[in-house]
């Protein structure tokens, strides 16, 4: 039972690039999220999807697509990377039931320079 | 939207001491507040949530209140240990059906 597993840990980008981060939970969860965390800043919601078939915006969406591509498996996609998408990139998932608590994966480290 | 405070943004205390930080939230909706403990360069992890029919909530050596009408609510760690250095994050929501909306966090150190 790995929890939520997210891919790459690292990667370094060039302005303009194009990349996605993959995540996928092995919990049976109906929920997952994409926050990013920036020092001084907290984690900020850029995306979730609250079940299968369903995405909808956070507070720092522009820049980033994502795509649930079906229960267990939410990936991020940075279209043109820019430096100020420079942040570690958190995965989470959960589901309403006895704990409304959220599961993190390992985080991706992205530097976009 | 929800929108959650923080404070203190930095936190230093003895091993043995107390610490306490507190949050405030704006959505009086907001009926679940978990807290999350962050080591340096890992996840956050979960470690104690408290829903707004209960006043407190005590695991061992880490305690949650909270105070729905002037809404806010705080985490209380008695007899600090070095290894509760972490930053600490509060957060809010309502029931698991909206995300949670995190505070900015609380970098803790005990020093021994």
């Known amino acids: 039972n790995a929890g939520v597993t997210q891919t790459p840990k690292f990667q370094v980008l060039k302005t303009g690039q194009s990349m996605t981060l993959q995540c996928a939970q092995d919990m049976n969860h109906n929920s997952m999220y994409w926050y990013r965390q920036d020092p001084g800043m907290g984690l900020r919601l850029i995306y979730y999807?609250?079940?299968?078939?369903?995405?909808d915006k956070g507070e720092v969406p522009n820049g980033y697509n994502v795509s649930r591509l079906n229960k267990r498996e939410f990936s991020l996609r940075l279209e043109s990377a820019a430096p100020s998408q420079t942040s570690v990139y958190f995965c989470a998932s959960h589901s309403r039931g006895l704990s409304y608590g959220y599961t993190f994966g390992s985080g991706t480290r992205l530097t976009v320079v | 939207g929800e929108n959650v405070e923080q404070h203190p943004s930095t936190l230093s205390v003895q091993e043995g001491d107390s610490a306490v930080i507190k949050c405030t939230y704006s959505d009086s909706a907001s009926n679940y507040f978990p807290w999350y403990k962050q080591e340096l360069g890992k996840r956050p992890q979960l470690i104690i949530d408290i829903r707004s029919n209960v006043g407190e909530k005590k695991d061992q050596r880490i305690a949650v209140t909270l105070n729905k009408t002037a809404k806010h609510f705080s985490l209380h760690i008695t007899e600090t240990q070095p290894e509760d250095s972490a930053v600490y994050f509060c957060a809010a929501s309502n029931s698991g059906n909206t995300p949670l909306v995190f505070g900015k966090g609380t970098r803790l150190s005990v020093i021994a």
């Open positions: 999807s609250a079940s299968e078939g369903t995405t």
